[in-house]
């Protein structure tokens, strides 16, 4: 089992920043590839970012492309998802998640998911 906690959600600006971090334990962390999704109430789970074992390796989707970067540090146990530039249509709830998959871009390649953080971004 891994668990995944996150934090660093929040109320910002449009233009503003934010960093979200997921905490992880239980297992190895480091064999773990690790993403971020986000989803709206009503809507499905959408793709972030994906982040290979090493941290070598990113993958981000679109929508956030050159606006959000993912990162980790195998040595905390924790993945970031450093977010600028926010739009209002960023807002809604970021869930971290972990696969023995690397860069896996849907989330049913991921086995493990955290809580969520809210993020809200006001025009």
């Known amino acids: 089992q891994v668990q995944l906690v996150e934090s660093g959600g929040g109320l910002v600006q449009a233009g503003g920043s934010l960093r979200l971090s997921c905490a992880a334990s239980g297992r190895t962390f480091s064999n773990y590839g690790m993403g971020w999704f986000r989803q709206a109430p009503g809507k499905e ?26 990162s980790r540090d195998n040595a905390k146990n924790t993945v970031y998802l450093q977010m600028n530039s926010l739009k209002p249509e960023d807002t809604t709830v970021y869930y971290c998640a972990a696969a023995l998959l690397e860069l896996g ?19």
């Open 45 to 70: 789970r959408e793709f972030v970012a994906a982040i290979s074992r090493s941290g070598a390796n990113t993958l981000h989707a679109d929508s956030v492309k050159g606006r959000f970067t993912i």
């Open 105 to 123: 871009y849907s989330s049913a390649d991921y086995t493990y998911w955290g809580q969520g953080t809210q993020v809200t971004v006001s025009s």
